[in-house]
């Protein structure tokens, strides 16, 4: 892929400068309006506020590529492979022949270790990337005898933990954004509110080529159908997208943020959705990004091509 900067003719080649930013929501599909929807009716949810047959403004000029998140097995769509398949581009339910829950198993684990997202971005000589989210020493002392997808990726590259340390000095962010529970685990940080949470986050993919951060409490809702707990969060979370779009220069900085699997959209249902997920695409060519992406395997392809495109200089 080559990417022309300006109207004139290219000249040469310069260095890509781009950043993305990899914003994974667990639990979010694109529903139907009504009762069984928290998004429905709430005000303020842009982007997150999308139904089906309905076209939606998203803000910052957005773009929204409607993802297969089934992809071709039958089945709900389950977290271990999905976001396995996000992570690493690799149709993972395919290749397992079927969709995992919960955590990895030592399949899905080979998958991320010899394709993590992180990893492939490695192996191209982009060093700076990181995975924002903050580990507790809970994590270090013993560690769990099971790991998610977004740790092992992590783990896969070499990269670096994030821990409270980090947070308290402003390049970390936990994964509820404000803190809340942390200090209810004991820790001693300051509460954030979403908008202090986006320019922190805005600040750590300022200085990374490629940053992933994950939120999964959505999901979380989905199962325990907790409509108030919907309708308070969501709203939330859409001010911290806004805050971190505001805080960053899109002219040079993708953010793309997609989800594994429906189920927050729809609390009738304890279980995941069959929906479409949302992939939404803000800063540089995301029309041309956008139209890259049908299925979850389309998404670590699509970073890794516009981190690595060769860029054309103007005179
Ligand atoms: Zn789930």
């Known amino acids: 892929m080559i990417i022309a ?15 993305v930013l990899l914003f994974f929501i667990d639990g979010l599909g694109i529903g139907t309006r009504g009762p069984h ?33 089934r992809l071709g097995i039958e089945g709900r769509p389950q977290s271990a492979s999905g976001q396995t398949t996000i992570l690493t581009g690799v149709n993972a339910p395919k290749i397992i022949g079927a969709h995992k829950q919960g955590f990895p198993n030592q399949a899905l684990l080979d998958i991320l270790r010899e394709h993590s997202i992180f990893l492939q971005l490695k192996n191209k000589g982009i060093d700076s990337i990181t995975f924002a989210n903050t580990y507790t020493k809970r994590f270090f002392g013993r560690r769990p005898r099971w790991i998610s ?3 092992a990726a992590v783990e896969a590259a070499g990269v670096q933990f994030k821990v409270v340390e980090d947070l308290r000095a402003g390049r970390a962010v936990y994964h509820d954004f404000t803190n809340e529970m942390l200090i209810e685990r004991g820790e001693i940080v300051d509460l954030r509110t979403p908008e202090e949470a986006g320019g922190v986050l805005a600040s750590i993919v300022r200085s990374h080529r490629f940053t992933l951060y994950e939120y999964f409490i959505t999901d ?19 001010r911290f997208i806004r805050a971190v779009l505001g805080n960053l220069d899109l002219a040079n900085t993708n953010v793309i943020l997609t989800s594994d699997h429906g189920n927050i959209e729809d609390l ?6 069959l929906n479409p997920v949302p992939t939404i695409i803000w800063g540089r060519n995301a029309e041309a990004i956008a139209s890259r992406i049908g299925t979850l395997a389309d998404i670590t392809p699509a970073i890794v091509g516009t981190l690595t495109a060769k860029v054309t200089a103007c005179a």
């Open 37 to 69: 929807n928290p998004l429905d009716g709430l005000t303020d949810t842009a982007p997150l506020a999308l139904f089906q047959d309905e076209i939606s403004q998203l803000p910052f000029a957005g773009v929204l590529a409607p993802t297969d998140a």
């Open 220 to 238: 979380k809702i989905g199962h325990a159908q907790d409509y108030d707990a919907g309708r308070r969060v969501l709203p939330m979370l859409a």
């Open 5 to 19: 900067r300006g109207d004139c003719l290219a000249t040469g080649i310069m260095e890509n400068d781009s950043r």
């Open 149 to 151: 997808a977004t740790t």
């Open 268 to 273: 009738s249902v304890r279980n995941h959705t």
